[in-house]
């Protein structure tokens, strides 16, 4: 079992709708809990941190925690086709200092 | 305020020279992560430095690979020998600290390595 699973992907959506992306650990001792978009070519890009349960708004990102079900997800709202990318969920126990990503999830918003 | 920056950007190597990477994290930063993607995966840790220090090599492979965070100057990944299978892409992050609750790390562009 992969520490850090994604769903696999791709995933398609059409302009204006709302993308879902899913990501679960194995680790219980996590604390940390990061999304990176990572356009094709180019470096991770951090658009959301999210430490306790709940929701964490940030304009059209919601980024969800559940602990107990060690899930944490990320909703994009009105999707655009500029949020065609893969996106990385990271996940860091306290003080480790390394996160572990998953493989992450391609992500093509259709005009 | 500039960002992680990492040179070269692009690395080309024939099987059995040296690859040697920079990272200079971002401005007050001390604490540097490097990380390898390969093509279509996600990215792997690899090594966790601070200054003149290795916190956390457990990614690291045991042979041909090194890392040093100096007092001075910039983070360097040195691979000795390379094969092809190192072809990959090398991220460097920095924080201000180890990142904990409340910090994050920031990534540089990234040096893409072509071993030929």
């Known amino acids: 079992q992969k520490e850090v699973e994604q769903n696999s992907g791709p995933l398609s959506v059409p302009e204006g709708a709302i993308a879902s992306l899913n990501c679960t650990y194995s680790d219980r001792g996590s604390q940390s809990f990061f999304w990176y978009r990572q356009y094709s070519g180019k470096s991770p890009e951090l658009i959301m941190s999210i430490y306790s349960n709940g929701d964490k708004e940030d304009g059209r990102f919601t980024a969800q925690l559940n602990k107990a079900s060690q899930y944490v997800s990320l909703l994009i709202r009105d999707s655009q086709p500029s949020d065609s990318a893969t996106y990385l969920c990271a996940v860091m126990a306290t003080n480790a200092g390394k996160s572990t990503f998953g493989d992450g999830t391609t992500l093509t918003v259709k005009p | 305020n500039a960002g992680v920056m990492q040179n070269p950007r692009h690395l080309v190597r024939r099987r059995g020279q040296e690859a040697r990477l920079r990272c200079s994290p971002m401005?007050?930063?001390?604490?540097v992560y490097w990380y390898r993607q390969l093509p279509e995966e996600g990215l792997k840790f690899m090594v966790y430095l601070q200054k003149e220090n290795i916190i956390d090599e457990s990614g690291m492979p045991k042979e041909r690979f090194s890392a040093e965070f100096p007092k001075e100057g910039p983070s360097i990944l040195r691979i000795q020998q390379v094969v092809r299978g190192d072809s990959a892409a090398y991220f460097c992050?920095?924080?201000?600290?180890?990142?904990?609750?409340?910090?994050?790390?920031?990534f540089g562009q990234g040096t893409r390595l072509t071993v030929v």
């Open positions: 992050a920095s924080s201000p600290r180890q990142t904990a609750l409340n910090t994050e790390a920031f």
């Open positions: 401005k007050g930063h001390s604490h």
